[in-house]
């Protein structure tokens, strides 16, 4: 892994000195988080050209919901969805991410103009994902995942489950690489809240360290989900609060990740997390300031 800052550089990807952040736009009637809000062409590419000016370095573009329980829609349905909000900020400039399972919305959205492949699935949902993104030579985004969010797989079983989600991760990246794709543009990913308790996500958080010792960039999902829920209900059998009143916590999570050498975090409200990595960069130049200092004397 090249180091910018000590993260990871990703070929193909603008280079950030501080961890990236990620923002969210989902062409989604039924998202867990803002379904339906930016489900218009129009006001899906304001929405993302609106993250972009609070700070978003690159913005993720998905026409499916991946929530639990989810219906998948078709091909032609997500199509539709996805590649006129790429290709309109594309357009405008913005470094695009296209969050899809399927090869040929993949290679569409490319060809639209998005510059990385976001597959929860880490290629594992369609077979023709991985020669579709060799082929192109562009950046992939591995994830952690154990299938669709249903029946079993909604939550995971795990002795260990830093040791297992490494060990699976490691598994898929080789998969990957083995299928072409460049190993100085893949990116991994925990899976937060996939066939995940709160615990397990948490756990995972803690050991962030472990998993850039895979040496490839890291990047954090966190945004809004379950287990940030959990931690902020009043009580173990309290309802947690709803999504859209977890972005503060996301923040913090998201100022934890980059102190911990996270590559980028993929957000829904960016202002906070903005400013959360940008502090989280200003202490770390400072601690290298020092460290360069004590070094002289």
């Not at 997500?78 to 594309?90: Q, T, Y």
């Not at 060990?167 to 898929?172: K, T, Y």
């Not at 709160?198 to 890291?218: I, M, Q």
Request: charged fraction near 25%; include cysteine; glycine fraction near 10%.
């Amino acid at each position: 892994m090249s180091k910018q800052s000590g993260r990871g550089r990703v070929v193909g990807l603008p280079a950030w000195d501080r961890c990236a952040v990620m923002g969210v736009v989902n062409v989604t009637p039924d998202s867990f988080s803002d379904g339906g809000r930016w489900f218009d062409t129009t006001a899906a590419v304001k929405h993302g050209l609106a993250l972009v000016a609070e700070g978003a370095d690159l913005v993720d573009v998905g026409g499916e919901s991946t929530r639990p329980g989810a219906t998948r829609v078709d091909e032609a349905e997500e199509l539709k969805r996805v590649i006129p909000v790429v290709r309109g900020l594309a357009a405008e400039g913005v470094t695009v991410s296209v969050d899809t399972m399927r090869a040929s919305v993949a290679a569409q959205s490319l060809a639209a103009g998005a510059a990385l492949v976001n597959d929860v699935s880490g290629g594992l949902a369609d077979p023709a994902m991985i020669p579709v993104v060799a082929e192109a030579g562009a950046p992939f985004v591995v994830m952690h995942w154990r299938g669709f969010l249903e029946g079993g797989n909604v939550r995971g079983v795990y002795a260990d489950v830093v040791t297992e989600v490494i060990d699976e991760l490691h598994a898929r990246v080789e998969a990957v690489l083995a299928g072409g794709v460049s190993p100085d543009r893949i990116v991994v990913d925990p899976g937060l809240g996939f066939s995940k308790d709160a615990e397990h996500d948490l756990v995972l958080l803690a050991h962030l360290d472990r998993l850039l010792a895979l040496g490839h960039p890291v990047l954090v999902a966190a945004s809004r989900k379950r287990f940030l829920g959990r931690v902020l209900a009043s009580a173990p059998e309290a309802a947690p609060p709803p999504a859209r009143e977890r972005d503060a916590a996301t923040a913090a999570v998201s100022a934890l990740a980059a102190h911990a050498g996270a590559w980028a975090v993929r957000v829904h409200e960016v202002r906070a997390t903005a400013d959360a990595v940008r502090v989280a960069r200003a202490v770390e130049g400072a601690r290298e300031a020092d460290n360069s200092a004590e070094g002289d004397r």
